[in-house]
């Protein structure tokens, strides 16, 4: 254990709570490796379909002003 410590504060130890090079490289490889998985999955189709209607003219949603309702329920049915 000794010596992974030994040689951890030998190969160009960063400034105080920083990472070495080493350690952000494998970070960085780790990080691409699941962002290329999660893109490589696309996009599901519901949001598919969601983006075309959203794009499509008059396709947004038209949201109604608040009326004061005194309803209990918060705007939720």
Same mark, same amino acid.
């Given at each position: 254990?000794k010596?992974?410590k030994?040689q951890?504060?030998?190969?160009?130890t960063?400034?105080?709570?920083? /990472?070495?090079?080493?350690?952000?490289s494998?970070?960085?490889h780790?990080? &691409?490796?699941?962002? *290329?998985?999660?893109?490589?999955?696309?996009?599901?189709d519901?949001?598919?379909?969601?983006?075309?209607? /959203?794009?499509a003219p008059?396709?947004?949603?038209?949201?109604?002003?608040d &009326?004061g309702?005194? *309803?209990?329920?918060?705007?939720?049915?």
């Amino acid at each position: 254990m000794k010596d992974l410590k030994s040689q951890a504060s030998k190969s160009t130890t960063p400034g105080k709570g920083g /990472l070495t090079p080493e350690i952000q490289s494998r970070i960085g490889h780790q990080l &691409r490796a699941m962002y *290329d998985d999660v893109v490589r999955q696309g996009v599901p189709d519901r949001f598919a379909e969601l983006i075309k209607k /959203l794009d499509a003219p008059g396709g947004a949603p038209q949201v109604e002003p608040d &009326r004061g309702s005194n *309803d209990n329920n918060n705007g939720r049915d």
